[in-house]
């Protein structure tokens, strides 16, 4: 099917896939039907029945619909016209017809030569037809003639005054001088008041049932009582390629591309069996096979997305059990005991927004830390059969895909008509060089499927259809991405807003008039919201072990030059420059390079008649000034700049967000960028420019193509924890305490816990909690001194004069933690740590395998 745009710069299409040539009344075709002569002028309604082996009851069909159109449209010659597609019948149907146009000339026969389907007869009458208005008929009368009076109704007077015309260049005459067209939604989309289509609610539900995108309440069958505006009817028509019973797939979904609107009306059945096209096992089969080459395109661009993910984690892959992503730190180690916590609480049916597991005795509230219990709950058999790095790399893997799938889908939907050129925008905002960063640790900010949805969702209430049921499911999206990533959302959510401000500035009056549907749908969404998230917030802000903010530091902002430098896991990047201009390797939230920021640029400057580039551009250049953070360092100056984020720093919610990250507002914004400059770029007639304008996107593009992301040798297990021995020295309730305690800087001891089933509780750990009276929100547990000394010592400091104070406080800091066992595993600075653990405890270890082990329960210190 021939692509197209929903940003209302639809040119006309008519052609058909396959020729590309617009057959129309009069034409003669090759192998298939053969057109009637020529019909001079219009006609008010034209009837199109397909039939195939119709001779019982072709002529019952005939005069029931003479008799009514006579009666409601009168007996002139320009009044009505029948137009029968005789499918290569063997019995007697086309002379039935033949008869019957004799006595009758505004009845006409097309006949074809072969049998093709109910889809390319269809196409074959649809495109001979000559009516203002075009009826879609079967002969068996499955619906009476007289329900026609509910589908003009539904049509309406309006939708006849030729809206439909295009000029001589095959655009729309109702398009500005600015090169906008005055009939576009507030998302740049072509709408018309007036529906493009109506559609008898009658036959089965196998088309939604198998998913297909794009038409709300359509069914298999639907068409075969159906009324189109004439002028669109053979503009979609013309379109199609399918040949079997999909064809109603295929048009109603190009009908819907177009921004035009589709509605529904209930029709009556008559008793007569209905049509052979919707009840042939045979037929039914074919239908399959014709959605799912409907569908084979997004298929392929799937795989290919499926494909480069594997291709980003294919070393994490090779060696599940042995592997660690390099620049990880310690966030694998911190998802996979995510996973693991999630699995095993719901699996001893205990508060999956609660762990004592580590952070003892305090434990860890779950819903204020990036658990993505929408993801982890959900694939708790897979944790269960296969393990928390098995589950850890599909998320990553199959995450990162379904976003850039979701972001092609709303391009491809809403703003371009080539497959590719929407997959290569979406690929763009999956698998951009922040994406590709946050992918060593980070699954909620790669598995971001859900906000292209949200965003179609909102942008649906902007056209102000179906209020309470987009806003029903905005809520209902909403709350489902709360619990895959609450800070995506909040960043997504500020982007959205600063989208609607800029298109506030380039189209007033559209934007105003979607505020109205947008502030109720939004109300709407919020009443679903709030009863489904009251108590998991709640817990959130004010349950055991919440906080408020979250201390990042002054550098959380970005560096000018990162704005145009290169990511450590780009193409052209260097690991070093990202280094020193980020706050670590998951974090490099900007390094989109200086020729996709150009690119960028010069596609606004190309394109900027359009509303939808111009309010692009200042969401893309907003977001960047404000991921510079509160304060700008002026490059290769001692000067530093107020920045625009000062106005966001102190305000609830936005305090704990790292600045930096809104950068990643701009991947979704140069995706649809690329994806409109291809989209332009390809359909050029020139073929110099084209060559010039692909080799352009090139030279911005291959510079930031994705590298494999870098592994390292996991460390091992001891074997102390693998064999089960630490049971001899941990009972329940008591905490074993690694040496180092885990922190941000070193949480093996999580992987440990994940090793164990969760068998014990840790010391310290590696999550967001509470620091000090005012709550204050920090990376990991709140130290103690013992905590401490083991850290510094473990990382090169001398040990101390241990003297009684120190071994007081290490006996507090036992006891506040409910130790159990205190574990050394070997390692660098083992004698050190040994030694001075045993001044402190005033006793030696004991060598287990491969730690030294002291039993420091009650009565022990």
Known sequence: MTDTTATGETEATGETGETGKTEGPGAKTTGGPAAAPAWLGTVG????????????????????FRAHLDARFGSGPGDWE???????????TAALVEAAAADEPRIRLIRSEEHRGRGAALRAGVLASAGERVLLADAGLGTPPAELDRLEQALGAENREGHGNQDSHGNHGNQDSNGNHGNQDSNGNHEDPAPAAVLGRTGNRLVRALGIPGIPGFRVGTCGFALFDGDRARAAFGASVLDGPAVDAEVLRWVRRQGWQVAEVPVRRTAAAPTAATTATGDRRRALKELFRLNSGGLAVAAVFIALSVYVFHGLWADLDGRYLKDALQDQNQWEWFVGVATDNITHLRNPLFTLAQGMPDGVNLMANATMLGLTVPLIPVTLLFGETVTFALVLTLGMAASAWTWYWLIRRRLVRSRWAAAAGGALAAFAPPMVSHANGHPNFVVLFMLPLIIDRALRLCEGRKVVR????LGLFATYQIFLGE???????LGMMIFSLAYLLVDRERALAAARPLGLGLVIAAAVCVPLLVFPLHWQFFGPQSYHSVLHGDNAGNSPRALVEYAARSLFGDAETAGRLSLNTTEQNAFYGWPLLALGVAVCVWMWRRRVVRALAITGAVALALSLGPWVPVPRTDVVLPGPWRLM????????????????????VLGVLLALALDRIVRMRTRELRTLGLLAVAAALVPVLPLPLAVRERAPVPAFITSGAWKGYVKDGEALVPVPLPDPGQADALHWQVEADFGFRLAGGYFNGPWGPDRIGIYGATPRHLSNLLRDVRYGQQPPEITPQWREQARRDLEFWKAGAVVLPFQDREAELRDMISELLGRQPEKVADVWVWRVGPGQV
């Open 487 to 493: 800070e995506p959302l909040l960043i997504a959510a």
């Open 470 to 473: 987009d806003g029903v499911l």
């Open 82 to 92: 029948l137009v029968v597609v005789d499918d290569a019948s063997t019995d007697a």
């Open 649 to 668: 720093v102190k305000l609830p919610l936005f305090e704990s967000v790292i600045e930096g990250r809104v950068a990643m507002v701009c991947a979704p």
């Open 45 to 64: 309604l034209s009837v199109v029945i397909p039939a195939h082996e119709d001779a019982h009851r072709i002529g019952a069909a005939l005069d029931a």
